[in-house]
């Protein structure tokens, strides 16, 4: 990651009050597109991830050690993959890895709906500590390019205001969606969508397809909903030095690749193996020198 050259931030020069400097921003075309994506943005992933603990407790059944340790899980991938990341961000642009981290992260919160669907309980645990680890990771993304990009697009000298404006629009959505969430609950709790595919023939009738939502499951689609939306208003978001979800896909493959690789199961036998090898040729030495002593001792005995 390259180190940000430390730069005197010039004295905004521009007349008006606080609401006139809140205002400027939104006059912008392209940093407005910037905040509608924000916004939608914090409103969708917050309208279901605060429910995630009631989902996991209440409608899995799970107890607090379990969600916990999802939780680590999570925040060990968002470690892991921060710097690849940033490395990804200065080497292309912040709206490429928008582009492939949140689309990530939507897709992970969709998915949580399988946790309600598989009734194998160690493929269901497995299920979901598969898509914490993503999440972690997609929200390390999301969470820098975010940051990053606000702080880009704001003119010089003036991105006090700027990201004042980001910031009151992205904390009132992020505070809404679960107010919002916790209104439609007991609406929720009292229905159920179903949907069946069968298949008749002679021989009998087959159902192939079985998808129940119910209670927290519709959290979880609506939020992915709005996150289509999101990305949508992410479109609209011009950024200098943005390439391609392919490429950055390609990058974040090779990178992930070499971090594997670090601690493949080799390195890690060599690392394991190399000190017991050492001990053992440590005693033999000490063996030999022993008795070596001790065949000097005998000869130096008087008869």
Same mark, same amino acid.
């Given at each position: 990651?390259?180190?940000?050259?430390?730069?005197?931030?010039?004295?905004?020069?521009?007349?008006?009050?606080?609401? %006139?400097?809140?205002?400027?921003?939104?006059?912008?075309?392209?940093?407005?597109?910037?905040?509608?994506?924000?916004?939608?943005?914090?409103?969708?992933?917050?309208?279901?991830?605060? @429910?995630?603990?009631?989902?996991?407790?209440?409608?899995?059944?799970? #107890?607090?050690?379990?969600?916990?340790?999802?939780?680590?899980?999570?925040?060990?991938?968002?470690?892991?993959?921060?710097?690849?990341?940033?490395?990804?961000? #200065?080497?292309?642009?912040?709206?490429?890895?928008?582009?492939?981290?949140?689309?990530?992260?939507?897709?992970?919160?969709?998915?949580?709906?399988?946790?309600?669907?598989?009734?194998?309980?160690?493929?269901?645990?497995?299920?979901?500590?598969?898509?914490?680890?993503?999440?972690?990771?997609?929200?390390?993304?999301?969470?820098?390019?975010?940051?990053?990009?606000?702080?880009?697009?704001?003119?010089?000298? %003036?991105?006090?205001?700027?990201?004042?404006?980001?910031?009151?629009?992205?904390?009132?959505?992020?505070g809404s969606a679960p107010i919002l969430?916790?209104?439609?609950?007991? @609406?929720?709790?009292?229905?159920?969508? %179903?949907?069946?595919?069968?298949?008749?023939?002679?021989?009998?009738?087959?159902?192939?397809?079985?998808?129940?939502?119910?209670?927290?499951?519709?959290?979880?689609?609506?939020?992915?909903? @709005?996150?289509?939306?999101?990305?949508?208003?992410?479109?609209?978001?011009?950024?200098?030095?943005?390439?391609?979800?392919?490429?950055?896909?390609? $990058?974040?493959?090779?990178?992930?690749?070499?971090?594997? $690789?670090?601690?493949?199961?080799?390195?890690?036998?060599?690392?394991?193996?190399?000190?017991?090898?050492?001990?053992?040729? %440590?005693?033999?030495?000490?063996?030999?020198?022993?008795?070596?002593?001790?065949?000097?001792?005998?000869?130096?005995?008087?008869?």
């Amino acid at each position: 990651m390259r180190a940000c050259p430390n730069r005197a931030c010039p004295i905004s020069q521009a007349p008006g009050g606080l609401a %006139e400097q809140l205002r400027r921003p939104l006059g912008d075309g392209n940093f407005r597109q910037l905040i509608l994506f924000l916004g939608t943005w914090q409103f969708a992933i917050n309208f279901a991830t605060p @429910f995630f603990t009631v989902y996991l407790v209440r409608q899995l059944g799970y #107890d607090m050690t379990v969600v916990m340790s999802l939780s680590i899980a999570s925040q060990v991938a968002n470690a892991i993959t921060l710097r690849n990341w940033g490395a990804a961000a #200065d080497r292309f642009a912040n709206k490429s890895v928008l582009l492939v981290a949140a689309p990530l992260y939507i897709m992970c919160i969709a998915a949580m709906i399988g946790g309600s669907q598989i009734a194998d309980d160690r493929l269901r645990l497995a299920w979901l500590a598969g898509l914490h680890l993503l999440m972690g990771a997609a929200v390390a993304g999301v969470t820098l390019a975010t940051a990053n990009i606000a702080l880009k697009l704001s003119p010089r000298g %003036e991105a006090a205001s700027y990201l004042a404006a980001s910031a009151v629009v992205t904390a009132l959505a992020a505070g809404s969606a679960p107010i919002l969430g916790g209104m439609l609950a007991d @609406f929720f709790a009292a229905r159920e969508l %179903e949907l069946v595919g069968r298949w008749t023939n002679p021989e009998g009738v087959y159902t192939y397809l079985s998808l129940a939502l119910s209670n927290w499951d519709f959290y979880f689609l609506l939020s992915a909903l @709005f996150g289509l939306y999101a990305l949508h208003r992410l479109g609209f978001v011009r950024e200098a030095g943005e390439v391609g979800r392919d490429e950055i896909v390609r $990058h974040m493959l090779r990178e992930t690749r070499g971090t594997i $690789h670090n601690f493949s199961t080799v390195t890690g036998l060599k690392a394991l193996t190399a000190v017991p090898s050492s001990l053992v040729r %440590e005693l033999r030495v000490r063996r030999r020198y022993r008795r070596l002593q001790a065949s000097r001792s005998s000869a130096r005995a008087p008869n």
